[in-house]
């Protein structure tokens, strides 16, 4: 079974090239069967639609693993915790077990 994964980002995103990096470093760690596709969210209107809490945001099967209950939804920049601090994408083992996790149904 393939995975989707889908990098959701606003325009211009600081962050979006390191994403793109990161899960491709993931998947390949993993062994995941994957599809990766590449998202720009351009309004308000359509990150209210998508749940979109900030960029940049990884779906795995359309679930964010790292959602923050009652984070705000809008156009705007992402910080992670990681085990170095916060930082603009989540940290590799964190995404390597949500692959796992998601793979293992």
């Known amino acids: 079974m393939t995975m989707d994964i ?10 979006e090239a390191a994403a793109a990096a990161l899960i491709a470093t993931a ?7 994957a599809t990766i596709t590449r998202t720009t969210i351009v309004s308000e209107d359509q990150a209210q639609q998508r749940g979109f809490i900030g960029s940049p945001t ?3 099967d359309g679930v964010d ?6 984070a705000a939804v809008g156009l705007a920049c992402r910080l992670y915790s990681t085990p170095n601090g916060l ?3 989540p940290g590799l083992r964190d995404l390597r077990q ?8």
């Open 6 to 15: 889908e990098l959701l980002v606003v325009s211009d995103c600081p962050n």
């Open 27 to 33: 998947v390949a760690d993993t062994g995941v069967r």
């Open 58 to 60: 990884i779906l795995l």
């Open 65 to 70: 693993p790292f959602a923050v209950p009652a």
């Open 87 to 89: 930082a603009g994408v």
């Open 98 to 105: 949500a692959l796992k996790r998601v793979a293992a149904g």
